[in-house]
T-cell receptor, first 115, second 114 residues
């Protein structure tokens, strides 16, 4: 079975400061990992993915994430937060070895960036 | 940029009634999905669809649920006899292929069962 944990319900950060949104995962095989963002009354918008290769992946709007196999983590980061980054962020995993094509999501982390 | 579109944005239905949620996936995508998000809970996988058949489904996707691609553009989710606990946001998604492309989501249909 595959699962995702996002340990923080909410992260608050000041504009201009770096931000980190944490994600850990559990799969029986090899993972594909994704970050999505959800703005109010909108669907999930794809930010970035880790498939293979470089552990540091870069995505939309200046976001990046680091895959750490030993810690089974895929934390989302941004060097300098903007107020417009305030939204709900979801980490998701797909177990490519175990087969199947469903995404399993975490519970989401509300990011609040303040002036 | 191409988008997944869902209609209606909000559907209110009496318990026991049938409801059909509609989605137009991105035109060159081959894989289609439905997910749901009950208020305050995580996004949950319901079903995936490829080559005109269900490729995977979750425990939630019981006999009350069905999916169909009635023509070359639409992808529908039917709930035959709705229950109060079916109230949720339903998201359609599509992807180009299975292996390494992300799933792209629509804005969802909020289903309210009275």
């Amino acid at each position: 079975a595959q699962s995702v944990a996002q340990p923080e319900d909410q992260v608050n950060v000041a504009e201009g400061n770096p931000l980190t949104v944490k994600c850990t995962y559990s799969v029986s095989g090899n993972p594909y990992l994704f970050w999505y963002v959800q703005y109010p009354n909108r669907g999930l918008q794809f930010l970035l993915k880790y498939i293979t290769g470089d552990n540091l992946v870069k995505g939309s709007y200046g976001f990046e994430a680091e895959f750490n196999k030993s810690q089974t983590s895929f934390h989302l980061k941004k060097p300098s937060a903007l107020v417009s980054d305030s939204a709900l962020y979801f980490c998701a995993v797909r177990d490519i070895t175990g087969g199947g094509n469903k995404l399993t999501f975490g519970t989401g982390t509300q990011l609040k960036v303040e002036l | 940029e191409p988008e997944v579109t869902q209609t209606p944005s909000h559907q209110v239905t009496q318990m026991g009634q049938e409801v059909i949620l509609r989605c137009v996936p991105i035109s060159n995508h081959l894989y289609f999905y439905w997910y749901r998000q009950i208020l305050g809970q995580k996004v949950e996988f319901l079903v995936s669809f490829y080559n005109n058949e269900i490729s995977e489904k979750s425990e939630i996707f019981d006999d009350q649920f069905s999916v169909e691609r009635p023509d070359g553009s639409n992808f529908t989710l039917k709930i035959r006899s709705t229950k109060l606990e079916d109230s949720a946001m339903y998201f359609c998604a599509s992807s180009e292929n299975l292996v390494n492309q992300p799933q792209h989501f629509g804005d969802g249909t909020r289903l309210s069962i009275l």
